[in-house]
């Protein structure tokens, strides 16, 4: 199993990213995925998780109306739209990805999960 993250880098607030996750070695498509995060110094955060389908997602409320989840079965890759990002957005960001739905903080309680790919907001 492979999950790799990409699309972080250094944005400006009110900016946006998409992060992509492409995954390999398993049935993308029977699995949930989810993004986690890790701010400098701060436990890691729940940030979004979304159904096999794609069709259902739920978010945490510090993301809710800014962030959105998606995902391309037939790619085998998970996406986050992050608009109006904030310096509180700043972090390493993590997909991972479980047979059940997971809105869990740490990565321990998820199947599987990448090495992440970090966001700083920042003027």
């Known amino acids: 199993v492979q999950l790799v993250e990409s699309g972080g880098g250094l944005v400006q607030p009110g900016g946006s990213l998409t992060l992509s996750c492409a995954a390999s070695?398993?049935?993308?498509?029977?699995?949930?995925m989810s993004w986690v995060r890790q701010a400098p110094g701060k436990g890691p955060e729940w940030v979004s998780s979304i159904n096999t389908r794609g069709d259902s997602a739920r978010y945490a409320d510090s993301v809710k109306g800014r962030f959105t989840i998606s995902r391309d079965n037939a790619e085998n890759t998970l996406y986050l739209q992050m608009n109006n990002l904030k310096p509180e957005d700043t972090a390493l960001y993590y997909c991972a990805t479980s047979n059940l739905f997971m809105a869990a903080n740490e990565l321990r309680d998820y199947d599987y999960w990448g090495q992440g790919t970090q966001v700083t907001v920042s003027s």
């Open positions: 070695g398993f049935n993308f498509g029977n699995y949930f």
